[in-house]
C-alpha cells in the first residue's frame, strides 16, 4: 500500500436483503467516522444477469430478438434501481460519492474481474445462507470468490431472527 491512497473495499451486491445487509454492516463497522477520514475507499459492484440466462436450455431460435431486448431492458432498469438504493443507504450512512457499477455477466465473472480491475484490497459480500443442497446445484458465488479473487474475501451473514417467547 504505497503512497497516500487508501485501500478499496469493493462490496458486491445483488437484489437480495442479503447483500444489503452485508453493505450496511461494511458502512457501519468500517465508515463510521464523521467526514471521509475512513480507512477505505468504498466501490460497489452489482452484476446483472445477461437477457439469454433467463431461456436457460431454450435452444437456438427458440426467441425472438424483440424478447430479448425487452428483456435486456428490464434487466438494465432493475440494476438502475438496485445503485439507486446503494447511492441511498450510503447516503443514509453519511458515506457520499460512493462509485457503483453494474455489469452484465455472470457474478462469479463480474466480481472476480472487478476485483482485479480496480486492485480491490477486499471483497465484501453477504451469504445467501443456502444449505449444501441449494450450494451444490446453484453454485456459491462467495465460495467461488474465495477461491479466485486475489484479495483478502469478508462474507457477511445475517443474523438469523430470534423468536421472543
Known amino acids: 500500500m504505497g503512497g497516500t491512497s487508501k485501500p478499496l473495499m469493493l462490496v458486491a ?28 475507499r468504498l466501490m460497489v459492484i452489482h452484476a ?33 434501481k438496485i445503485i439507486e438504493k446503494v447511492k441511498d443507504t450510503c447516503s443514509k450512512k453519511s458515506v457520499h460519492n460512493v462509485p457503483a457499477e453494474s455489469v452484465e455477466g455472470d457474478p462469479r465473472d463480474v466480481i472476480t474481474e472487478a476485483v482485479d480491475k480496480h486492485h480491490a484490497d477486499v471483497l465484501v459480500l453477504g451469504s445467501h445462507g443456502y444449505g449444501a443442497v441449494k450450494r451444490a446445484v446453484l453454485g456459491s458465488v462467495s465460495d467461488y470468490c474465495a477461491h479466485h479473487c486475489s484479495c483478502s474475501i469478508m462474507i457477511v451473514k445475517k443474523p438469523k431472527t430470534q423468536v421472543l417467547n
Not at 451486491?13 to 467526514?35: I, K, P, T, Y
Not at 444477469?49 to 431492458?73: A, E, K, Y
Open 48 to 80: 446483472r444477469p445477461t437477457p439469454t440466462t433467463f431461456f436457460g436450455f431454450g435452444g437456438p431460435g427458440t426467441t425472438s430478438t424483440d424478447v430479448i431486448s425487452l428483456m435486456d431492458f428490464d434487466s438494465k432498469k432493475a440494476a438502475q
Open 13 to 40: 451486491v445483488d437484489d437480495s436483503n442479503h447483500s444489503f445487509f452485508a453493505l450496511e454492516w461494511a458502512l457501519d463497522n468500517f465508515f463510521v467516522s464523521v467526514g471521509s477520514n475512513h480507512l477505505f
